[in-house]
């Protein structure tokens, strides 16, 4: 993944004055990344202090008195708390463990179908989910899932002559609708790295594979799945760093009071305590708990990657 | 003999197999499209039925006339259409500036911005500090808190970073040697040799800006700044009994059928311009795709 770069020994030797005349132009090219990740990244890293005071708008951040542990004692307290790490915990892993082999699937079967035209239609059509808008995808799914016109209920209906369900207000169904509209909108477009990789696989082996009498079946399995072990657990690493930074934007608008129990994870709590009713430090703590977790997630798997896979982030 | 045909047997099966999982995987991908297309232009009784499921039934573009005498959908439209052009030419432009000096082996300050910049996709102050840093500088309420805060995504960044890597070095040198400065180098030779990667990124980056709704719920409390995503979010998500909506004099049934059928005619008029754009875009996606997995 990354190849150790050796500096140039030259640039210990010459002095810190010539090297930025030299790379005057450079150093200008730099200058709005430098500003725009110093105001919009760096700058909320500061207002991480928030944490640490009880925050009132008229003193300032400066200002206001500093309670240390409090507003994290606050958040360890919180009746809620167990469940939303619980949730978190638990949207994070099933999107994982549902929407992880099925790109790679999708990707050997695509692979395998030799009419360029049909394959390229296919994968055309296989990314398009990913194109469209959480908000569309929420309104499709709650106008698919609706009781009186939905068209999920009316096929559930006819089969099984029960009457229609609310899937979208009904606590046990929260995680499946999530998991499963995930799928539908990233198993083509995640299948792409696999195609590609797929894609570099030596010709070679399948014509010996032939000779042997192995049969198309027999080669997918002893040739095309380890080519592509590489990139798979490649791509499992760097998902199971990200299982706890289940986002908001979504939940956000699938979730309804009667689903919280299930729906609510830490991002959409801070969002409801800090921003909608104004908590700002204990939102801002709670946000610090969930990013420390999700880097200890990260910097987990790539300890275990760099490990036991040769490859690393950083 | 025998042995052969067994085996060309079993690989007919296979084939057939797999077409029959790639089939059904394409067709679970764009049902719920060719449903929404269907929806927005059967005839009115058929959506009354309740009876479409795959193909329309009649044809009417009752819903689509409503939706362009929308006076608040045309206004959201229109300013969705000023997010995507504007964030996305500037986010762009300051992206390939940036990532051409992070691209240069020989730019003494390489290593250190490398780490400045990917240090923020693994640590971020998260959403409050944020929210009150718009507010501090001023851009709450503003058309630039969508843009400014997504100016420059560190992962796009990274990706033409490592393109711009994979050019050879050779012609820089080249140009230096002709006289050129390092601007006209970058504009000059890098710039058009990068046209996979700035078709990607404008993607990429007007994608984001079309179909982003979270900066302008946070940010932004006035509805006529507001998107095209947050009018969906309002009559697809907010308003699911059908009733809040419509400034029509129309009645009560006619008008909640109207509804129902707009629903679907907004959606397919929003995601319209997007999924004609991205099949063109699509034989560079393997290229932004790879650099950007596989490279640091």
Redesign the interface.
Known sequence: ??KK?K??CS?QK?PLRK??Y??R???V??I???L??L??????????S?AFVDYKPVLGIGGSPFVGLENFEKVFRNPFFPRLLKNTFLIGMETLVWSFPIPI??AL??N??RNRKFQKV????????Y??????I???L???L?PT?G?IN?VYSAITGNDPISFMTEPKYFRTIYVVSHI?QT??WNS??Y??ALAGVDIALYESAKVD?A???QQMIHITLPCIMPTII??LI?NMGNIMSVG??KII?MYSPSTYEVADVI?TY??RR??VQSD?SF??AI??F??AI??MF?VGANWFSKKFSDTS?? | MK?KTK?SF??RM??II??I??II??F???Y??V??LSMSISGAEHVAK?DI?FFPKGFSTQAYELVFQDKEIWGAYMNTIWYTVVGTVLSVV?TM??A???S??????R?K?ML???F?M????????????INK?GLYNSRWSCI??Y??S?WN?IVCKSFLESIPETLEEAAAIDGA???TT?ARIFLPLSKPIIAVMTLYYA?GQ?????AAM?YLPDADKHPI?MY??KI??LS?TQSSMGGSSMGGFERSLAT?QL?YAV?IV??LP??AI??FV?KY??KG??IG????
């Open positions: 993944m990354k770069q500096c140039a640039i010459t090297l930025i030299r790379d132009h450079l150093l090219m730099c709005p990344l430098i725009f990740f105001i919009f990244a760096y700058l909320p890293m500061a207002g991480l928030l699937l999708f079967a695509v395998e179908i296919i994968q055309t059509i296989s990314y398009m989910p194109f469209i808008s959480i908000v569309v929420v309104g499709l709650s106008n698919f609706s016109v068209v009316q539908w198993f083509g792409i790295i195609l590609a009498g049969n198309r079946l490649i791509m760097l908001f934007e608008l991002s801070t969002y800090g921003i700002y939102g801002t946000g610090l969930n990013s999700n880097m990260i982030l950083w | 042995r085996q079993s690989d296979y084939m797999v077409c999982f790639v995987c394409t679970i991908a764009l719920p499209m449903y929404t309740n499921f300051l500036i940036s051409y000096p992070l240069r082996r020989r730019f003494f300050l290593r911005l400045f910049v990917m923020t693994y640590f971020s102050g998260g959403l409050i500090p944020m929210f009150l840093l500088i400014m805060p100016l420059i560190a960044l400065s390092p601007y970058f994608v079309w179909n982003g709704y979270f946070m995503q969906l979010r697809l998500i699911n129902q629903k959606i929003t995601i997007i999924l991205y099949p699509q996606f393997v795709v790879m997995s596989i490279k640091e």
